[in-house]
């Protein structure tokens, strides 16, 4: 399940923890798990606690910075293995956690480990918009277009050749997840999402739906968790050179149709 995080930062010098949990306690709020770890100097206090809003009230008060963060409470069994196990899985799913720590004071019988993942619910606008069959429906027939314009051919080179394999395996691909994807964007906001196997199964088919219904793009590619381009944005030039290469750079097409036209309408001076 997600929970409400508090995470504080402490100068890490003597007496800053203790000032921490003492103006918790005096303002009787609740500990439910804490973790501790330190960066750079200072140390970042993470806590669950029985009022979030209270308690970032309290903190602030006390003129330590803190801010609320969402993490997910995952519900494993207590037994040798178990969270490899669940780790395992993630890892295969490529889900990266950003760090984790246990949940005291349990009851049921098994171990819950709070997670941070790099993205906790793929709450971003890319995915609204790419992981929905009525909105890539044209993205759909411009790969049965491409298809059809490279067949048309009486020799392809081998990065054509590439390409068009790419492109028909696409084209099976996206028919046969076209009647689930948007079930599985719809889990990620529902009680599925707090079912670790379904919600894992539910990113797979969102990961294989981005890389195959961009296929128009290729060699670029585009998952859940980062894109491919032979570009490099460390690269200023290669920034500039993949403008010049928009039938590459699925991201010129995505701001150009979805988001400029909300830019421009909101009529605004300065774009920073």
Known sequence: MKLKQISIFLENSPGRLYEATEALGAA???????????????GVLRVLVSDV???R????EKQLPARVD???????????????????LLMENQV????MYALAGTSSGKAVMVFCFSDNDLAIELLNDLC???KTKPLYE???RELNELSSRPRLTQAEAEKFNKLREAEEIVMALKDQIDSAV???RSQEFYDLDQYMENLKIMDVWLDNILAPYYPSQLTVIGSQMRFSPYSSQEVIDSFNHPEENFFYDLYEQWYLPGILAEDIEIIG
């Open 28 to 42: 009787g709020l609740n500990l439910r798990s804490l973790s501790i770890c330190d960066v750079s100097g200072f």
């Open 142 to 144: 411009r790969i049965i």
């Open 96 to 99: 990266n956690v950003d760090y």
């Open 70 to 88: 969402e993490v997910v409470a995952v519900e494993i069994v207590d037994t040798p293995g178990s969270l490899a196990k669940t780790l395992k």
């Open 186 to 188: 719809a889990s990620q």
């Open 53 to 55: 809003a209270r308690a």
């Open 132 to 134: 929905t069959w009525e």
């Open 57 to 60: 009230q309290v903190i602030m």
